[in-house]
């Protein structure tokens, strides 16, 4: 079975704080994705990968950067986090344009 | 712009009915459909994927391609109240060379006993 993990199911931290969120897949994939998830607006694309260190731009990337050293890591940086930026945070995994897999989520509150 | 457009619902139908949600898309070029399943507070999973025109069946689940109309559906028979959630459709194309999926805002389905 796939697995997708991420390093926090919750996090709380203050406006300003650098914020990083690690997720991890065994299965080799080489697309690598981090969507944030919010009430209504359903999922938006911050940024993926399609090899280390690639990196191409999704839909809402301002604010955030993302760090892939290894194949099998793929790191999303909240540089200065704002209250906005509370959401819930998946990531996903897949080969070429086959299943996209999930992790559990981030929950992430910004006070 | 890719689009990918469901109806939010929510659809609610009676337990053992037929469930039947719809999604359309904008891009001629797609090549792979996916239907989601998500509960509340969890992660999206996959219940089917389809790639060529035509029906699809796993179980209770059929999933539905007309590439000509852009449009993919998906028709739950026998619904259950733990199919209640919501199905996210996902459209996946080239772009660039790489494959970044668009995924439907989702419809939320409420199945009552």
């Known amino acids: 079975d796939v697995k997708v993990t991420q390093s926090s199911r919750y996090l709380v931290k203050r406006t300003g704080e650098k914020v990083f969120l690690e997720c991890v897949q065994d299965m080799d994939h080489e697309n690598m994705f981090w969507y944030r998830q919010d009430p209504g607006l359903g999922l938006r694309l911050i940024y993926f990968?399609?090899?280390?260190?690639?990196?191409e731009k999704g839909d809402i990337p301002e604010g955030y950067s993302v760090s892939r050293e290894k194949k099998e890591r793929f790191s999303l940086i909240l540089e200065s986090a704002s209250t906005n930026q509370t959401s819930m945070y998946l990531c996903a995994s897949s080969f070429r344009q086959e299943t996209q897999y999930f992790g559990p989520g981030t929950r992430l509150l910004v006070l | 712009q890719k689009e990918v457009e469901q109806n939010s619902g929510p659809l609610s139908v009676p337990e053992g009915a037929i469930a039947s949600l719809n999604c359309t898309y904008s891009?001629?070029?797609?090549?792979?459909f996916f239907w989601y399943r998500q509960y509340s507070g969890k992660s999206p999973e996959l219940i089917m994927f389809i790639y060529s025109n035509g029906d699809k069946e796993d179980g209770r689940f059929t999933a539905q391609l007309n590439k000509a109309s852009q449009y993919v559906s998906l028709l739950i028979r026998d619904s259950q109240p733990s199919d209640s959630a919501t199905y996210l459709c996902?459209?996946?194309?080239?772009?660039?060379?790489?494959?970044?999926?668009?995924f439907g805002r989702g419809t939320s389905l409420i199945v009552h006993p």
């Open positions: 990968s399609y090899d280390v260190k690639m990196k």
């Open positions: 996902a459209v996946n194309g080239a772009s660039g060379g790489s494959y970044i999926p668009t």
């Open positions: 891009d001629r070029g797609s090549q792979s």
